[in-house]
């Protein structure tokens, strides 16, 4: 079995010190095969990837989308975090309007005992009346994806916050609904396909980080899988939301994370 979690873990904003304990915790407990992180930062005196997995024997990477957001002298991305060695990587800057906080994604390619996989962490566009943008990041992003599926590797791993719902034209164009650019991609939605058949909600009120005044109770991070090969390997055999509870007032995040249990071997 591989396992895969996803966080946005809202830079080092609110307590971080007690919000990082808590995602450790969660870390610790479900013992994730891979991470994606976004809204990590670095910078000359702080990198909150070394506080979540110091002592951990993860391999790591990280792409940079802005610099100096949300103060000078950080770099905001997102971050890899894998069992197996990273063999190759590529970083995408993604088409973001002047003035907007760039996007970014980390393409890796990992060396897993279940063979070569391609596993990205991404972060898109967050405002409402940024379709439009949404849709040429994920023109971009699939362009690049497409580009480092390995030929009979492990089906890939696209994991992130995407800011938007599962009915979109973004949701819907990675999951074979509609085309985009006159292009098509096919991955599977790990909630859709194996969550518990609630609206999963990883952006909600019942999170007292969430400003009431943002849109709430909508369902945006995710984990995407590709297809599942014939003898089964890569099918999605559970899927639940984490870092979903606070603790004496402290919660982990602004958002909550995806996990995600896949088949590693033949049925």
Avoid at 146 to 170: M, Q, R, W, Y
Avoid at 230 to 242: F, M, P
Wanted: hydrophobic share 40%; net charge negative.
């Amino acid at each position: 079995m591989i396992s895969v979690m996803t966080l946005n873990i809202w830079n080092d904003d609110g307590p971080w010190s007690d919000r990082s304990r808590l995602i450790r915790q969660q870390i610790d407990e479900l013992n994730p095969d891979l991470i994606g992180f976004q809204e990590v930062l670095r910078g000359d005196d702080i990198d909150l990837l070394e506080d979540l997995l110091h002592g951990t024997n993860y391999h790591r990477d990280f792409v940079g989308a802005v610099t100096g957001w949300p103060r000078e002298g950080v770099i905001n991305g997102n971050a890899v975090a894998s069992r197996w060695p990273i063999v190759d990587r590529e970083e995408v800057v993604l088409p973001t309007p002047a003035g907007r906080n760039g996007r970014a994604a980390l393409i890796t390619t990992l060396d897993t005992p279940a063979g070569l996989m391609c596993f990205v962490s991404t972060h898109l566009s967050w405002r409402f009346d940024d379709v439009l943008v949404r849709e040429r990041q994920i023109v971009t992003l699939v362009d690049r994806l497409k580009a480092h599926i390995p030929e009979n590797g492990f089906p890939s791993i696209l994991v992130g916050d995407f800011n938007t719902v599962s009915h979109s034209a973004e949701i819907r164009h990675l999951t074979g609904l509609q085309t985009l650019d006159g292009e098509s991609m096919y991955l599977r939605d790990a909630w859709a396909h194996a969550g518990d058949g609630s609206a999963g909600l990883t952006w909600t009120v019942k999170n007292p980080y969430i400003p009431h005044w943002l849109a709430p109770d909508r369902r945006i991070d995710y984990i995407f899988v590709g297809p599942t090969k014939r003898d089964g390997v890569g099918e999605i055999l559970s899927c639940q939301v984490v870092c979903d509870q606070g603790v004496d007032g402290v919660w982990p995040s602004d958002h909550f994370g995806v996990y995600a249990e896949l088949r590693d071997e033949a049925l």
